[in-house]
C-alpha cells in the first residue's frame, strides 16, 4: 500500500477494500514511527485529520467522491489551514494558529482529501537544506547524514519515506525541485500564476509558486488538477481556462524536442550527476526524443540576480512581522520601538535576518539604482534566454542540482556554497516558466539524482507527459529507502 499510486487508493477507496480512516491512520502509524527521527513533520493532529478523513469515508459511501477524496495529503507549513498551527519554519510564528485556509488547502478540502499534517520547511523558506528551520534540521531517508534539500524538505523527505502519499511544496527558487531531486521524488513548479498564493505566506511575492510533490508525474498531474486555477484574491493569479494536467500523458514522445543548455553542462557539474543524467537523456532517445544543444548565456547571473530581488520582496513581505498583530512578541520591552526590535531580534533566526539586511540595502534609496534596478534588468534578459531556447526545442533538460545530497552541516556557515546548490533552478523562477524534477537514477555515494524538465509557459501538461513517459520505462520513482 505505501507504493501505491493516487489512482490506485483512489481505486482502492472506492472498492471499499480500506477506507479513508485506515489509510490516515497507516500514515499516522508510519509518521510516528519514523518522525521521531526524520523531522519532516511541524505539526500532527491525528484527531483533526481523522474527522475529515470520517467526513471522506462519508463522501465515498454515498459515491461522491473524486479522485483525491479520502487521500491523505501532507501539507508544507507555509500554507494556513485554519485552525491547525501554520508556522512557516520559524519561531516567529511558532504559535500561530491560522484563522484561515489557503487557497491550496480550500481546494484539497473541497476535493476531500485529508490533511495529514504541516510539513518541516527552512524558515520562511529561505535555505537549501532545510537546516534554517526553528524546528530542526530534516533527516534524508536515503542517508540520515544528508540534508533533503529545501526549503520543502519536510515535504520532500515525508513523501520519500512513505510517510505520506504525497504533498505540497513551494518554489521561489527551487524548492520544489531541489528537494525533490535530493530524496529521488517528483516535483512540479507551475508557471506563475497558475497556483493561488492565498494563504501562502509569502518570501518574495515575484517568484514564489506553489506545486505538488509526490512519487510520480501522474499522481502530480491529479494533485496539480485540484491545486491550480484562478483566485481573485491573489492579484497574481491567472484567468485561464480549467486544464486537465493528466490530459497528454499517455502521449508517445516520438519527435519530441529536447534542448540541452550548455552552460547546464559545464565547470560545477558533478561527474557522477552528469552521467546519471547522460543516461537518462539516452532512455529519452530510446523513446524517440531528439537531442540539441542550446543555450542559456546569462544562467551565470540568474543567482546574483536572484539574491538581489528575493531578499527586497523578503525585507518587505516581512515587514508585517512586527510583534502587534500577531506572531512572537518579546515577554519585556521598553517601549513600542524596543518591542518591535526584541521581537523581531528573538523571532526571526540567522539566514532570514541576512536576506532582511540585503533587501533593505539593496532598497534604500542611494543603492536602488545600483542593485535593485539593475538586477530587474538582468531578470528580463534571463527570461528571453528561454524564450529564445524554446524556438529551438519542445522541453528543457538538464540536472536539477549540481550533486548530490550534501551532509548535514557541511554548507550552514557557507551561505555562498549553499545558494550555488539553486544554480539549475533560480532562472525558472526568475522567468516564471514551470518546471520539474523527476527521480533519475544515483550517484556514486548511492543519493538520489533529480532529472530538470523546464516547459514553455502552460506547458505543464507537455511537461509531465514528458515525466511520465520516462516513468514507465524506468522505476527509479518506485524506489524506497531502507529506513
Ligand atoms: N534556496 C533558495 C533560497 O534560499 C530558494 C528557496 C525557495 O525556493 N523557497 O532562497
Redesign the pocket.
Given at each position: 500500500m505505501i507504493n501505491s499510486s493516487l489512482k490506485e487508493l483512489a481505486a482502492a477507496l472506492a472498492a471499499k477494500k480500506i477506507s479513508s480512516r485506515e489509510l490516515t491512520q497507516s500514515y499516522l502509524a508510519r509518521i510516528e514511527q519514523f518522525n521521531p527521527e526524520l523531522n519532516a513533520f511541524i505539526t500532527v493532529d491525528a484527531e483533526k485529520s481523522l474527522a475529515q478523513a470520517d467526513a471522506a469515508d462519508k463522501l465515498l459511501a454515498a459515491g461522491k467522491g473524486g479522485i483525491l477524496t479520502g487521500i491523505p495529503i501532507a501539507q508544507k507549513d507555509i500554507f494556513c489551514a485554519q485552525g491547525w498551527r501554520t508556522t512557516c519554519g520559524s519561531k516567529m510564528l511558532g504559535n500561530f494558529i491560522a484563522p484561515y485556509d489557503a487557497n491550496v488547502i480550500e481546494r484539497f478540502n473541497a476535493a476531500g482529501a485529508v490533511n495529514l499534517g504541516k510539513t518541516n520547511m527552512?524558515e520562511f523558506?529561505?535555505?537549501?537544506s532545510n537546516e534554517t528551520s526553528h524546528f530542526g534540521a530534516v533527516k534524508n531517508p536515503w542517508d540520515k547524514l544528508a540534508v533533503p534539500g529545501?526549503?520543502?524538505g519536510g515535504s520532500a523527505a515525508a513523501i520519500a519515506a512513505r510517510l505520506c502519499p504525497a504533498a505540497t511544496g513551494?518554489?521561489?527558487?527551487?524548492?520544489?525541485r531541489?528537494p525533490a531531486a535530493l530524496t529521488g521524488i517528483t516535483g512540479i513548479k507551475p508557471t506563475y500564476g497558475v497556483v493561488s498564493r492565498y494563504g501562502m505566506i509569502a518570501?518574495?511575492s515575484s517568484?514564489?509558486q506553489g506545486g505538488p510533490m509526490a512519487k510520480s508525474a501522474e499522481d502530480c498531474a491529479l494533485l496539480l488538477n485540484a491545486m491550480a486555477g484562478f483566485d481573485n484574491r491573489d492579484s497574481t493569479s491567472l484567468e485561464r481556462p480549467v486544464e486537465d494536467y493528466t490530459r497528454d500523458l499517455a502521449a508517445p514522445l516520438a519527435g519530441l524536442k529536447i534542448g540541452l543548455p550548455k552552460e547546464y553542462f559545464a565547470e560545477g557539474l558533478a561527474p557522477d550527476v552528469a552521467q546519471t543524467i547522460e543516461a537518462a537523456l539516452a532512455e529519452y532517445k530510446k523513446l524517440g526524443a531528439q537531442v540539441v544543444e542550446i543555450s542559456l548565456p546569462n544562467t551565470q547571473l540568474s543567482i546574483p540576480v536572484?539574491y538581489v530581488l528575493?531578499p527586497a520582496e523578503a525585507s518587505s513581505n516581512l515587514a508585517r512581522y512586527d510583534g502587534v498583530r500577531y506572531g512572537h512578541r518579546a515577554p519585556q520591552y521598553k517601549d513600542l520601538t524596543d518591542m518591535y526590535q526584541k521581537s523581531r531580534a528573538q523571532g526571526f533566526g540567522a539566514?532570514v535576518k541576512r536576506r532582511i539586511l540585503i533587501g533593505t540595502y539593496v532598497l534604500s534609496a542611494g543603492y536602488y539604482d545600483a542593485y535593485y534596478l539593475k538586477a530587474q534588468k538582468l531578470r528580463r534578459l534571463i527570461a528571453q534566454d528561454f524564450t529564445d531556447a524554446f524556438k529551438q526545442c519542445d522541453v528543457i533538460m538538464g540536472p536539477t542540482t549540481p550533486t548530490t545530497a550534501f551532509n548535514l552541516g557541511e554548507k550552514s556557515d557557507d551561505p555562498v556554497s549553499?545558494?550555488l546548490?539553486?544554480i539549475y533552478?533560480?532562472a525558472v523562477?526568475l522567468a516564471g516558466l514551470p518546471g520539474m524534477s523527476i527521480p533519475a537514477g544515483f550517484g556514486a555515494n548511492g543519493r538520489p539524482v533529480g532529472l530538470q524538465i523546464i516547459g514553455n509557459y502552460f506547458a505543464e501538461a507537455k511537461m509531465l507527459n514528458v515525466a511520465h513517459q520516462y516513468q514507465l520505462a524506468t522505476n527509479w520513482h518506485q524506489r524506497m529507502p531502507l529506513l
Open positions: 527552512d523558506a529561505m535555505g537549501s529545501g526549503s520543502s513551494t518554489d521561489t527558487g527551487g524548492s520544489i531541489q518570501f518574495a517568484l514564489d536572484y528575493a539566514e549553499m545558494y546548490s539553486d533552478t533560480i523562477n
